[in-house]
């Protein structure tokens, strides 16, 4: 494993050079822990280490993570930490992958690609998460109508959540990843009202031009 995430880290490196982020970092790793989690047949709960970890110890602790993360620590120093901390309480893939990101010099991203783990397991299983924004709570019989609608359109089972918020003035807005779908009534009247603008805009400046024109067309 600790050879397969060098050569990708070396190879991505090289693909990304000055253009790279913790984000694309943090998806190599992911990508090539769940590929050896996926050959014990234990995903499931690998991936629910990581996220012990973050949620019970990075999050809970952020001197702890920061002293992970920290460039004035040496890589046998803070092996000697992980070593403490999870050689006893994580399973030796884990503990290997916490090894591996700590010599590759990707503990201070530990958190992000963490989630990464998450967003790419959720993905590998037909998972979309979706995060809905309504002005007023939905009744039960709409929840499950605009379920099927959410299954159709993000092609993919969708993991709701939901979320009001009186700013919404009707409608609904659905959020996909970074997209955002807005069919609440403002977004609406702001669309109409924009077009309006516009339109007059188009209709004064054709008058300047006429008014211009000395053939007077």
Sequence with gaps: MAQDLEARDARFAAEFAGDVTAEKIASVYAEAF???AEKTGQVEELVAELRAIEEEVLKPFPRFAEL?????????EKLGILNRVFEARVSPL?????????????LD??????RAVQEEWDRRRGLVH???I???????????????????????VPVVQWQVDPR???????????????????TQLRKIR???????????QSRRNRFCDPTGD
């Design 194 to 204: 924009q077009q309006i603008i516009d339109r007059s805009a188009h209709e004064i």
């Design 130 to 132: 979706v995060k809905v």
């Design 34 to 36: 769940l590929n050896a």
């Design 168 to 186: 919404v003035i009707g409608g609904i807005v659905i959020q996909v990843g970074d997209k955002i779908m807005d069919a609440s009534v403002e």
């Design 94 to 106: 884990v503990m290997n992958f916490l090894r591996v990101l700590n010599r590759r010099d990707r």
């Design 134 to 156: 309504t002005a007023t709570p939905i009744e039960k019989d709409l929840l499950e109508r605009l379920e099927g609608q959410l299954r159709k359109l993000v092609g993919g």
């Design 109 to 114: 991203i530990l958190g992000p690609i963490v």
């Design 68 to 76: 992970l993360g920290s460039a004035v620590i040496n890589h046998e």
